[in-house]
T-cell receptor
Framework: DVKVTQSSRYLVKRTGEKVFLECVQD?????MFWYRQDPGLGLRLIYF???????EKGDIPEGYSVSREKKERFSLILESASTNQTSMYLC???????????FGSGTRLTVV | AQSVTQLDSQVPVFEEAPVELRCNYS??????LFWYVQYPNQGLQLLLK??????LVKGINGFEAEFNKSQTSFHLRKPSVHISDTAEYFC??????????????FGIGTKLQVIP
């Protein structure tokens, strides 16, 4: 069964901390994505990557960066966490848009 | 640019009753359409998709959806819901043509509450 694994289900961090969210997929997919999900706003794209070491900004990249050193791993970095980054973060991947995304289980991040 | 509108934020329905979750989209090009389901504290799971061909598509868990190009709609239906269908449902659209990155746009979701 294909899988996208996010390393943490729940995280609590303090304002100003540097936060790493990890995502690993075992499907050899080219494309990987980071979304955040907030009530009433749906899913908003933060960053995506279509190849190793490649990254592109999504709709809301401010305050975030990403890293893709290996094909299977896509990391989201909050350089200095703020309370407005409290959210559910979802990682996804696909090889072909027609297949739809495979999502991870999500990381619920709380910044206090 | 494309957009997705899910017309109902919450839909309560009694167990074993039929349900329809509405989705309308706008796009200047041909599209692929998707429905995803999200159970509490989980990620999204693909329910079904329309790429081309038959406008009625069947998915997992007894759900189906019909693509209506003239009305730019892709409504999700189930003839008889179960308690386990309680979840949030997301409609999504992306251009069907290839070449470069093609954005996937999600609706804001519809919460289906099945009442015993």
């Amino acid at each position: 069964d294909v899988k996208v694994t996010q390393s943490s289900r729940y995280l609590v961090k303090r304002t100003g901390e540097k936060v790493f969210l990890e995502c690993v997929q075992d499907m050899d997919h080219e494309n990987m994505f980071w979304y955040r999900q907030d009530p009433g706003l749906g899913l908003r794209l933060i960053y995506f990557s279509y190849d190793v070491k490649m990254k592109e900004k999504g709709d809301i990249p401010e305050g975030y960066s990403v890293s893709r050193e290996k094909k299977e791993r896509f990391s989201l970095i909050l350089e200095s966490a703020s309370t407005n980054q409290t959210s559910m973060y979802l990682c996804a991947s696909h090889d072909d848009r027609g297949d739809g995304y495979t999502f991870g289980s999500g990381t619920r991040l709380t910044v206090v | 640019a494309q957009s997705v509108t899910q017309l109902d934020s919450q839909v309560p329905v009694f167990e074993e009753a039929p349900v329809e979750l509405r989705c309308n989209y706008s796009s200047s090009v041909s599209v692929y359409l998707f429905w995803y389901v999200q159970y509490p504290n989980q990620g999204l799971q693909l329910l079904l998709k329309y790429l081309s061909g038959s406008t009625l598509v069947k998915g997992i868990n007894g759900f189906e959806a019909e693509f209506n190009k003239s009305q730019t709609s892709f409504h999700l239906r189930k003839p008889s819901v179960h308690i386990s269908d309680t979840a949030e449902y997301f409609c999504a659209v992306t251009p069907s043509h290839s070449g470069g990155y093609q954005k996937v746009t999600f609706g804001i979701g519809t919460k289906l509450q099945v009442i015993p």
